[in-house]
T-cell receptor
Framework: SAVISQKPSRDICQRGTSLTIQCQVD?????MFWYRQQPGQSLTLIAT?????????ESGFVIDKFPISRPNLTFSTLTVSNMSPEDSSIYLC????????????FGPGTRLTVL | DAKTTQPTSMDCAEGRAANLPCNHS???????VYWYRQIHSQGPQYIIH???NNETNEMDSLIITEDRKSSTLILPHATLRDTAVYYC??????????FGTGTSLTVIP
């Protein structure tokens, strides 16, 4: 399976600030995705991080709020901008298209609390 | 949107088989059925997946009906460590996942 790390693992932030979450995978992958999991809820897809081009956002998510970068095939960042308490969630990245497997793997998640 | 429906919660006695159902009546011909387990809000862990044949790994089994409109994940000997939320997802290989609500399984001593 793929080894995926996320930084930070958790953070407590003040309203109005921004946080950038990093996702690193141990091998090149075709696809990288970002999800949000609000307290007590299931996972919701935020966007697909496209290497070398703008991310593809799901309905209800916009680039100004959740800018995403993907400079290469092993790394991506998600920024949560101008945070409010409603952004308190676990943010997870996942990867797919790793050579030799058709399985999607998830990172450990970043637990964000906004005060 | 999620294309699966699962019971919200289930209980299972320790040592007994846990049979977790999933309905996916609108599944397309090229979509796989994936199962993941999530423990204590950690990242979901891959369990098993299949296209149209039944699948088995070292621990669990996936039974897909002939019409592919439903499936069942079988944990043959549930342990306390199997207490988790189980997600059934249908997707084309390499594509994004749309999660449903999942089933919260509680294994009872």
């Amino acid at each position: 399976s793929a080894v995926i790390s996320q930084k930070p693992s958790r953070d407590i932030c003040q309203r109005g600030t921004s946080l950038t979450i990093q996702c690193q995978v141990d091998s090149q992958v075709t696809m990288m995705f970002w999800y949000r999991q609000q307290p007590g809820q299931s996972l919701t897809l935020i966007a697909t991080a496209n290497q070398g081009s703008e991310a593809t956002y799901e309905s209800g998510f916009v680039i100004d709020k959740f800018p995403i970068s993907r400079p290469n095939l092993t790394f991506s960042t998600l920024t949560v901008s101008n945070m409010s308490p409603e952004d308190s969630s676990i943010y997870l990245c996942s990867v797919a298209g790793r050579s030799g497997t058709d399985t999607q793997y998830f990172g450990p998640g970043t637990r964000l609390t906004v005060l | 949107d999620a294309k699966t429906t699962q019971p919200t919660s289930m209980d299972c006695a320790e040592g007994r088989a846990a049979n977790l159902p999933c309905n996916h009546s609108t599944i397309s011909g090229n979509e796989y059925v994936y199962w993941y387990r999530q423990i204590h809000s950690q990242g979901p862990q891959y369990i098993i997946h299949g296209l149209k044949n039944n699948e088995t790994n070292e621990m669990d089994s996936l039974i897909i009906t002939e019409d592919r409109k439903s499936s069942t994940l079988i944990l043959p000997h549930a342990t306390l460590r199997d207490t988790a939320v189980y997600y059934c997802i249908v997707s084309i290989t390499g594509n994004q996942f749309y999660f449903g609500t999942g089933t919260s399984l509680t294994v009872i001593p």
